[in-house]
């Protein structure tokens, strides 16, 4: 029976590291390589686009992922078929992790209980015990999982806010790991654990202190927000004391994730202080308002920006694409104009032009952090990053 791993050479807490996560029971031979952008998904399916055009996007394995919020609605059915999510939803070809909300939509503050948590679909609040999270978690069948946690604070949150989610999870967490321990079916499913505390430096060491000593695959550094696109405006300097604080604590051998649409400048922020995983719902973000991102892009053409508004009236008549040196398949055979025409008349296609251009160009975005930590040049290639979203008004 194979075991989800994580290895990596690192023996820094608080440093960027290239690491490798493997043995996967689906895909035995199947590594990914970290710093690694998990793709986002919404109901199983990556956002306006088919899992053929998603195929032509990339041809390469990803690690899909998955929140219940926006997928618990299939569970009767998944569980009356008896086949697992992927199954249902098509994606068999690709691993899932399964996470609790979805990080394109802020999540609703409030309405936690003694033993459980709120989740809302589309058809309203659904209330989560860690009984019920795990009969959704063997249902669904993830390749990986969060446990269930009380992740709802912010920068805002008061003291005790931020107790209660401290307490609240690590209860959840035990009920989850006791349930996942006795399940034959999840015995080589790996588990992630929620590091909460808000902005407390004392109550994240609280959450460490429980945590790091418990058999799991690794970490999420969860509480730091409520989701939703506001996430992409949260500067690191507001979270660098936090996340360091945090994977200064952590242990060095065990993977480390942060979800939510952070913007680029941030990301490279959050992987210099050692965290190893995010997911791709800011492309989505960026894509849902009518942007296509340029920020790598050194071309006269995209003007020092880090996104281009394909709404803007100056590119009604622009037949450039939308980034000269991009090699996605919107970028190799259409126009800033049509995109333009694309979004002025509704089409579909403007979403899905938008969305091929945006995923692309952040799974290369990866790829550039991995090669730059390899060959020594992360730094150059963090501090240009930087400068173009220097200009940017964070809140």
């Not at 075991?3 to 490798?20: D, L, N, P, Y």
């Not at 998904?41 to 306006?48: F, I, L, N, Q, R």
């Not at 709120?118 to 993830?142: C, D, H, N």
Request: aromatic share 8%; hydrophobic share 35%.
């Amino acid at each position: 029976m194979m075991k989800v791993t994580f290895f990596t050479e690192s023996v820094v807490c608080c440093a960027a590291r290239i690491g490798i996560l493997s043995g996967f029971e689906r895909f035995p031979n199947l590594s990914f390589e970290t710093p690694l952008l998990l793709t986002y998904t919404k109901g199983g399916s990556v956002p306006h686009l088919t899992k053929d055009v998603f195929k032509m996007v990339t041809s390469e394995q990803q690690l899909l992922s998955v929140s219940l919020s926006s997928t618990i609605l299939m569970a009767d059915s998944i569980k009356e078929l008896n086949i697992s999510f992927a199954d249902f939803v098509g994606m068999k070809d690709y691993l899932n992790l399964l996470s609790i909300h979805d990080p394109a939509d802020t999540t609703n503050s409030g309405f936690q209980q003694l033993d459980s948590i709120s989740i809302w679909p589309r058809t309203g609040r659904s209330r989560l015990t860690a009984k019920k999270y795990m009969e959704l978690v063997q249902t669904f069948k993830p390749d990986l999982y969060v446990a269930l946690c009380d992740g709802d604070t912010n920068i805002n949150s008061s003291a005790k806010r931020v107790s209660n989610a401290v307490d609240r999870s690590k209860i959840l967490l035990e009920q989850c790991l006791s349930i996942h321990q006795d399940s034959g079916m999840l015995k080589s499913t790996g588990i992630l654990g929620a590091v909460q505390g808000g902005y407390n430096l004392e109550a994240r060491k609280e959450s460490i202190d429980h945590l790091k000593n418990m058999p799991l695959t690794g970490f999420i550094i969860d509480g730091l927000h409520n989701n939703g696109p506001s996430v992409q405006n949260i500067s690191s300097k507001l979270i660098k004391h936090v996340v360091q604080h945090t994977t200064n604590l952590l242990p060095a051998d065990k993977i480390r994730a942060s979800m939510g649409c952070w913007n680029p400048a941030t990301v490279l922020d959050l992987i210099e202080l050692g965290v190893d995983i995010f997911d791709s719902s800011y492309p989505y973000i960026i894509s849902e308002q009518s942007q296509a991102l340029v920020f790598m892009c050194d071309d006269d053409s995209c003007e020092n920006q880090c996104v281009i508004s394909v709404t803007n009236k100056r590119y009604k008549e622009d037949f450039s694409p939308i980034c000269m040196k991009c090699a996605c398949l919107t970028c190799r055979n259409h126009t800033r104009a049509y995109l333009h025409h694309l979004q002025h008349t509704r089409e579909m296609l403007g979403s899905v032009l938008l969305m091929i251009h945006n995923i692309h160009y952040y799974l290369t975005f990866f790829a550039a952090i991995r090669d730059g930590l390899k060959n020594g040049t992360f730094d150059q290639f963090q501090t240009k990053i930087r400068l173009k979203y220097a200009t940017t008004n964070f809140k």
